[in-house]
Every structure is written in C-alpha cells, then in structure tokens.
C-alpha cells in the first residue's frame, strides 16, 4: 500500500490572461502556500496598442474617435481630457451651454463605469444577482448616450470648443426621468448587498490602505478616498463648471474593500444630483466655439496641396498647437487621468504622454495581497477597479 505524498514546497500558480475575474487581460503569477498568498508578480502589456504614438503622429480631431479604446467603460472621460489638453493649451474658450452638457455626460459615464464596476465585482465574490440589476440601469444611460451622439459605447461626441451636436428635444426629461428611477435603483442595490453578512465577511478589513500609504502609492479616485483623504479634482482643481454645483465629495476612512465600494456607491448619488442641477440650469446659447476651428490654422497647410484637395471627405478643420507644454487633468471614475502633451508648432503634438489612474493603481496589488488567502486576491483585484486598455494603452 502505498502511502499518500504531501508535498510541502510551494505552488506557483498562473491567474490570467484568459480569466474572467482578472477583468481584462491581466496575468497574476501567484506564488502559494497551500491558500496563502507569499508572493504576486503582475504581467502587463497583452493589451498594448501604441496608443501615445499613435496619438504623436495624428492631429487631435483625427485621434479624437481612438481614445474611447483607453477605458471602454468610462468613454466620455477619454474624450475631455482629449479635447481639454488643445482647449488649455491655446486658451480657447467653451460656451457656458457646452459645458454642461459636458458635465451632464461625465456624470451619466461615471455612473455608468461605476455600475459596470459593481456587477461583476459582486460575481467575483459569488453574488450573481447584482449582475443583472446592474445592466438594467446601465442600459437606460446607454440609451440616453445613443439619443445624443449616435453611439452607445464610443461616442465620439466632444471637440475642441464644445460638443459635436446639440442634446435632441426631449432628452432632459429623459435624463431627469432615469435620475428619479436611478435614485430608487441605489437604495435597491444598497438593501441587497450593503448589510449582507456573507459580502462583509469578503470585503471587510480586506485589502487595508492607510491613508499615508495611498498617497505615497500615488493612488487617486476612490482607492484614495477611501483611505481618507478628502481629494477630488471637480473640488481641488476645478474644470468645466463644476464649481457651479452643490454636490459633495464621498470618502470613507477604513480604507478597505468595504469603504471603497461605499464611496462609489456614494459617488453615483452624487452624480445624480450633479445631473438634476446641470439640466435645470443649463443655460441657452451655442453648443461649440466655432472660432475654435479657424484657430491658429495652419496657412499652406498640406491639406491644401493638389493632391488632397479631390478626397471625397475633406479632412476636418485644423491648427498648430504652439510651442508649449502642460499637464492637465480630469477627475474620472477610477481616479485622475491625465495628459502631459508638449506642442511644437505643428499639427501634431510632440509628446503625448497618458496619466491613467489604473495603471497607477495596480502598483499596489502585490503589497496587498501577499499574506492573504487566494480567494481574497479577487475582492481587491475587484475594488481597485482596473480597465487593461488604458493599465496597457
């Protein structure tokens, strides 16, 4: 009879690329102790595209449609940013009216990121019923999205100056109709999940981040808020017209799972309140600074050879972005997204360098779940709340 073998060195174990929990295609390389978690080295890149490059060798307007593939689920941020960087550089001026409606779809988006960060957060801790509620909401925003820029997912709807299209008739109401059903939908979700004793047992005290620690991490978003410290840039460093608005900023102080699940719960009922007050008061005018697109064009552009002048679709309005360079930022649903971009008096910026708070984030997933058990790895890969296509870009 032949007795049974234990072996006692430890397992390496691969998570990912192809698994639905590392949402997207991230790999772990885990090294256990029978459960326990001693080691965790993340592999990046699967989904590296060359996006700055790309970006360094096309004008703004000819890059604007490709940023929505950055983070596919907060798609309007991608945009701003995008058009902010040219706007902040040349000191172009945005109609009051374009500004809130760009407010109104960064909200809306946030709430969308935030909904499809809640579903399958709660598949990864076994919850499956979530899931199906969220897609419920998300798909009336999506709506609201195709009603006003054609597109559901990558819109395609900011310029340089303002939006591309005025919101049709009878989208407010709409959108003051899904603000009202939303709100009820929140305390549904709250009643399911909040005081749950099998989620607490998952999430709480998993996945501990001082406040200390999340700053000198560079974390942002709600990984930072939930450590408590009480940094939003629509308060800090205002954009667009959100310093017009009565809303508050979400933070908790455990600064585990638990607390940055609550503070985007929190921050989607803030959202609303955003939105109600922006489609109340949003005032009457144009929709985008036509000056914006005779800005600085280039005189003897090569839009204006022989050659290009018997394309069937004329190339959009062009101008030089001046010798120059800034960083700037926008406050998006997984923390601060910024862009360094550098001009050099030529249609094509220079240097294009993307900021995205995922990437940033990530950073401490190796700290956090080294002595933690395997299970514990899904819950606070979930609550950092990682897209791989702007971690990879």
Not at 219 to 238: C, F, V
Not at 242 to 269: C, H, P, T
Request: proline fraction near 6%; charged fraction near 25%.
């Amino acid at each position: 009879m032949s007795l049974p073998f234990t072996r006692k060195d430890l397992m390496i174990v691969n998570m990912g690329p192809q698994h639905p929990s590392m949402h997207g295609v991230l790999r772990l390389i885990v090294t256990l102790d029978g459960e326990d978690v001693i080691d965790c080295e993340p592999i990046l890149g699967y989904l590296h595209r060359g996006m700055e490059k790309i970006a360094e060798n096309r004008t703004i307007i000819q890059y604007l449609p490709y940023v929505t593939r950055w983070d596919y689920l907060a798609t309007m941020f991608t945009e701003a940013i995008t058009v902010n960087a040219p706007e902040f550089l040349e000191n172009i001026q945005i109609p009051q009216r374009a500004s809130y409606i760009r407010v109104i779809m960064l909200e809306l988006s946030r709430i969308a990121s935030h909904l499809l960060w809640l579903g399958p957060f709660m598949a990864d801790l076994g919850a499956q019923t979530p899931f199906f509620y969220i897609f419920r909401e998300r798909e009336l925003i999506y709506d609201l999205f195709e009603a006003a820029t054609g597109m559901r997912m990558m819109h395609n709807y900011f310029r340089i100056g303002g939006v591309a299209a005025d919101l049709p008739y009878g989208w407010m109401d709409k959108c003051l109709d899904f603000c009202d059903y939303f709100l009820r939908g929140v305390v549904e979700y709250q009643q399911l999940i909040t005081q749950n004793p099998i989620f607490l047992e998952r999430v709480e005290g998993v996945g501990f981040i001082s406040g200390e620690e999340a700053v000198n991490w560079g974390l942002s978003g709600p990984m930072l808020r939930a450590s408590g410290i009480q940094w939003d840039l629509r308060k800090i460093d205002p954009y667009e017209s959100y310093n017009q608005f009565d809303w508050k900023v979400q933070w908790q102080k455990e600064g585990d799972s638990l607390a940055r699940y609550l503070v985007r719960i929190g921050e989607m009922r803030e959202s609303i309140k955003i939105i109600q007050q922006a489609v109340e008061k949003i005032p009457g005018g144009p929709y985008e600074n036509l000056e914006a697109r005779r800005f600085k064009k280039a005189k003897n552009s090569e839009w204006n050879d022989f050659e290009y002048r018997f394309l069937g679709k004329k190339p959009s309005p062009n101008f030089e972005l001046s010798k120059q360079e800034l960083y700037v930022r926008v406050e998006a649903p997984k923390g601060e997204l910024g862009i360094y971009l550098v001009g050099d008096d030529s249609l094509f910026p220079w240097r294009w360098k993307i900021r995205p708070p995922g990437f940033i984030n990530l950073q401490i997933l190796p700290q956090l779940v080294k002595k933690m058990k395997l299970a514990d790895i899904m819950t606070i890969l979930g609550s950092i709340d990682i897209i791989m296509g702007e971690v990879d870009r």
